[in-house]
Each structure stands twice: as C-alpha cells, then as structure tokens.
C-alpha cells in the first residue's frame, strides 16, 4: 500500500458503545481500556461502552474516552496486522491531536490520558468563568468567515473567531454568545448554505479558552514528551512538530488558535500521502479528506469489520 497517514478525530465523534467491539475480539484493545480504567480510578471503558450519554459527552470524559477508543483502535490494528506498514505521518483534529503524539511515540499512553483528562477539566472550568459556544457554517470559506468574524467581535466588543477550517465550505466558528450570534445572523445574509449551532457550551479555539492553556502550560511542561517516531502534522501549523520545545507549544497554543485541517491535509497530500486511515470512533476526518482530496484512499477503523477491510486492501 502506498504512503499512509494516520488521522485521530476530535471531541464531537464519541458515541455510546465506541471501542466496544474492538475490546472484545482484539486483547490490545481491551487492555488498553484497562489501562485507562485503572490511570483515572473509574471505569472508562464501562462509560465508554454503555454511556450514559449525556456523561460520555461531558468534555472531562468526553477527551479521555475519545484517546483511549483512538489508540485501542491503534494497537488492534498493530495486533490484527502485525505487517502494517508504518505510517508516513499522523495527525488529530484538537484533542485529537494528543492520540496522534502517541501513535508517534512522543507521548505514552498514560501521559497523554493524563493530559487530556486536564484539558477537559480546564476547558470545563474556562466555560463556567466565560461562557460561549461555537457554530458550523456551511458554504463559506475560512476567508470570508475571518472577515465576517472581525466584523461581529467589533460591533459587539466581544470574542469570536474561526475556529475549524475543516475543509472547503465547512467551517466552525467559536466566541462568547453576543459575537457568536451576530456572526452567524450575518454569515446567513452573506449566502451561507446552513448556519447551525453545534451543541458544546464551550467556545473552543477561541480566546475565551486563554485561562485554560494558561494552567494546561503547567501540566504539558510537567510531562514527559520525546520526538515524534514519525512527523506529526500540528492542527496550529499545518506543518511537522519537529522537535519537543515544538510540541510544547503547539499544545497550549491549540486550544486558542483555530485548527487548520484543510491546510494540514493538503501539505499530507502535497509531501505524498495518498491513503489515510481514521482510527476511533465515527468517519468525520474521512468525510473531510473526501472534500479536501478525493483522489485518496480512505479507511475508517471503529470496529474489527474496519480492520478486516483495512487487511484486505492491504493485502491486494
């Protein structure tokens, strides 16, 4: 199979019974979830496969239990296809990003665990001391919402950005509730096809998360991390982390600045890439990379019929 690059969703793709299946036929998968379990003192894994979802959705689980699915999935496919070429890159969309420092190598499992299950903390607490949410608008580019964007924040003296430029007309934006609706009510007058807002209580990528990076610093500066095995593509950049000091940055910097998908995904595909395999739960990164650049291959590893059709398009 030709270059292949590995893609870890973000928050928003955790569902009710995720990572189950895996668990069940492949032993990685389920000691993975044990391991989860027995790091964070509660049942991950039950939460995980069982919800309830209103629980499962609460971003200081809703992070934890996304990395967890994500490298179960992983480490199934490492068990089931102990062949697997080794990826030419990997990348996470926001948190997602924490699963992908860990498929490289430069995070351990437990770290990363650790680390993610702070963010959602801090995210949570950021929310209760500046409340927002984030809206997606379809049919407009990054461009024009920017512009769009600066004109709410000045009219109403708030805080709203891009904050998911995640693929050609598909854009998120994020600030507190004054800007944020008055960006969305002008993106409708300016053609917009849909304009609807996402349900998170959380104005993520956005300024409004400043106090969270602040503690989150502490914690990353605290935690081992070692160069990536592989290049991984940062969601601020849209370009490698190549060195530690790098991926320290790019960590705390990602939880104000917008997640650049569309750009890093064409520089995978600019460097070679012309396969991508989604690991954990939904298909939402392979929908994208399908309007970003239909020409490539794409997989979707959520459960072991995934696998199976991953072994066999490598083995023809």
Known sequence: MSAIALLFPGQGSQTVGMAQELAARYRSAADTLAEADALLGFSLSSLCFYGPADELTDTI????ALLAASVAAW???????????????????????????VAAGAL??????????ERGRLMKEADGRSPGGMAAVLGLDA?????????????TGGIVQVANDNCPGQVVISGDEAALERAMAAAGAAGARKVVRLAVSIAAHSPLMAPAADELRRAIEATPIRPPAVPVIGNVTARPLTDVAAIR???????????????SMRYLVEQGITTTVELGPGDVLTGLMKRIEKATRRFTVADPAGIETLREAIAA
């Open 75 to 101: 480490r199934a496919v490492q068990e089931a296809i102990p062949h697997f070429p080794t990826p030419a890159a990997v990348a996470g969309h926001s948190m997602g990003e924490y699963s992908a420092l």
């Open 249 to 263: 940055e790019e960590l705390v910097a990602q939880l104000t600045a917008p997640v650049r998908w569309t750009e």
């Open 143 to 155: 461009d024009q919402m920017a512009a769009i964007c600066q004109e709410a924040a000045a009219a």
């Open 108 to 117: 351990t499992f437990a770290d990363g665990l650790r680390l993610v299950r």
């Open 61 to 64: 689980n809703a992070q934890p």
